[in-house]
């Protein structure tokens, strides 16, 4: 088997390789990026629920004040 016989067989499978490699590459390196995304929203989902839930707190202790002073 010569050498132009081998690239015709196993060029193609070779640059699919490659083109596999790239993709997998890629892919790996995007989710890295969503997971930091994910926990950056996900820890802004729980700093805006802790606010709410003081927001919450104060509002009901400022009724009891003034209904108390009422």
């Not at 995304?37 to 400022?62: G, S």
């Amino acid at each position: 088997m010569e050498f132009s016989d081998l690239m015709k067989v196993y060029g193609p499978m070779a640059i699919g390789w490659v083109l596999y490699a790239f993709e997998r590459k890629n892919n790996i390196e995007e989710r890295k990026v969503n997971i930091a995304l994910q926990d950056r929203v996900m820890a802004a989902f729980l700093e805006d629920t802790k606010a709410k839930i003081l927001q919450q707190t104060a509002y009901e202790k400022l009724t009891a004040v003034l209904g108390k002073a009422a």
